[in-house]
């Protein structure tokens, strides 16, 4: 069969499937990815061969790449890269940490900013980790209850704080392009560890510094 030939065969399922045929010339990233994407593009009715759609399923490849590759990454490991001893005891808060994630239920992107507070113990953290323990949870497919719940753990396992608050402000596309179509509703998730938990007014101060 002559290279970049669309053709079809009958899978064991019985359905029709165009197979994914890159020319010698075309760049593959990972075959078994772009197959799946291209056979997807065939089952929406696409033409994975016209034009604008033949370097869909490795463009696709990538991105999706590089919005799961939170799971490669290691919070524990940044953290502790930039972890600077410090007589500091007052709360430091780093606001509107934007993110952009992915529901688990649809793999469609939900956005929005986390806020992340800590007490410190002796220690102070590189403020840019915190920023990027919110991007090694947001790389993946996500909760956002659970994506609040891994930053605060992961800052409170690793940072030896008295206390980590991180509340996550959140708009879903999976309840605005489609489903319950809902444009303006925004979901605000909290994680409280430490001193944020047991003192309310500690919680208060944080509040406060958000504006809430
Ligand atoms: N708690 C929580 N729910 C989420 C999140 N992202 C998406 N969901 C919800 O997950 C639910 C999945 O519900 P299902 O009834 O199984 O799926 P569905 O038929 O597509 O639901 P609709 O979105 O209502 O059309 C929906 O209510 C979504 O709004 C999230 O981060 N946290
Ligand atoms: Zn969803």
Redesign the pocket.
């Known amino acids: 069969m002559p290279a970049n030939t669309k053709r079809s065969r009958l899978t064991t399922e019985g359905h029709y499937a165009d197979s994914f045929e890159p020319t010698n010339e075309q760049e593959v990233y990972d075959p078994r990815k772009e197959h799946l994407i291209h056979e997807m593009l065939t089952e929406i009715g696409e033409d994975p061969q016209r034009q604008g759609l033949k370097r869909t399923p490795l463009r696709v490849a990538k991105a999706f790449d590089f919005l799961t590759s939170g799971y490669a990454m290691s919070a524990e490991e940044i953290i502790k890269a930039a972890l600077f001893e410090e007589d500091v005891r007052e709360m430091v808060i780093v606001r509107d940490i934007e993110f952009y994630s992915l529901?688990e239920?649809?793999m469609l992107p939900?956005f929005g900013h986390a806020h992340v507070g800590y007490l410190p113990n002796g220690k102070v953290v590189g403020l840019s980790k915190i920023a990027r323990v919110v991007d090694v949870f947001a790389r993946r497919l996500?909760?956002?209850?659970r994506l609040t719940s891994q930053v605060a753990n992961a800052l409170m396992d690793h940072l030896g704080a008295h206390g980590v608050a991180v509340v996550v402000e959140a708009s879903?596309t999976?309840?605005m392009m489609r489903?319950?179509q809902k444009q303006n509703s925004t979901t605000v998730s909290s994680a409280m560890r430490g001193t944020f938990e047991s003192d309310a007014r500690t919680r208060a101060e944080f509040m406060g510094f958000l504006g809430r």
């Open positions: 529901c239920h649809h939900f996500q909760v956002q209850e879903h999976c309840m489903g319950v």
